[in-house]
């Protein structure tokens, strides 16, 4: 496979769930992000991981926890959600902190 | 936080018709680039753009970097139905750090003229 894979493409939980977006690049990347889209909003940027080391987490809630096992994984473990954080979650690649991005398709969430 | 204006926030095309829109902002940026996300899709870069004044083209797509390095409009030609979706302009404004951070501009949605 080529590009950025995320998996699962669709997720629905309930507020007391507990599930993890997976994310996969097979491009040689040293830095990959999480993205949120929600509707009419502008991208926004959650997290950044360069060499597997977080570099930025944008005030995001502990209900949200991300995890870099390698440059080529990114998880996001999600955790007693709310209703609004449902959205479309997307990972992105780049070579490093300079370069432009790559992002997968996305996974989208439904908090119920 | 910093922010890009990206105008329109949606047009209506018919086939065959040119389209414009473009963004601007009060920071200046070393990078610009455009995407474009399709329904259910994650953004797919269009053309980037990183030097002022730079005009680069894609196909029927064009993109400028403005010589202030404060804006940028991407141009497409003779609009095909396929060309229908949400166009994101994004913004670097240095490099390494948070400075390599892209800043998204909120979108363009482009829909086919009923």
């Known amino acids: 496979e080529t590009g950025v894979t995320q998996t699962p493409r669709h997720l629905v939980m309930g507020m007391t769930n507990k599930k993890s977006l997976k994310c996969e690049q097979h491009?040689?990347?040293?830095?990959m992000y999480w993205y949120k889209q929600s509707a009419k909003k502008p991208l926004e940027l959650m997290f950044v991981?360069?060499?597997?080391?977080?570099?930025e987490n944008n005030s995001v809630p502990s209900r949200f926890s991300p995890e870099c096992p390698n440059s080529s994984h990114l998880f996001l473990h999600l955790h007693t959600l709310q209703p609004e954080d449902s959205a479309l979650y997307l990972c992105?690649?780049?070579?490093?902190?300079?370069?432009?991005?790559?992002f997968g398709s996305g996974t989208r969430l439904t908090v119920v | 936080g910093q922010q890009l204006n990206q105008s329109p926030q949606s047009m209506f095309i018919q086939e065959g018709e040119d389209v414009s829109m473009n963004c601007t902002s009060s920071?200046?940026?070393?990078?610009w680039l455009w995407y474009k996300q399709d329904p259910g899709e994650g953004p797919v870069l269009l053309i980037a753009?990183?030097?002022?004044?730079e005009l680069t083209s894609n196909g029927r797509l064009t993109a400028q970097f403005g010589i202030t390095r404060k804006d940028s409009f991407l141009n497409i030609s003779a609009s095909i139905p396929s060309d229908v979706g949400i166009y994101f302009c994004?913004?670097?404004?240095?490099?390494?750090?948070?400075?390599?951070?892209?800043?998204f501009g909120k979108g363009t949605k482009l829909s086919v003229k009923p």
């Open positions: 992105a690649s780049s070579q490093d902190l300079r370069g432009w991005y790559t």
């Open positions: 491009l040689g990347h040293n830095a």
């Open positions: 991981y360069s060499l597997e080391e977080r570099v």
């Open positions: 920071s200046i940026f070393n990078t």
């Open positions: 753009l990183y030097k002022a004044g």
């Open positions: 994004a913004g670097q404004l240095g490099y390494g750090g948070s400075q390599g951070n892209l800043i």
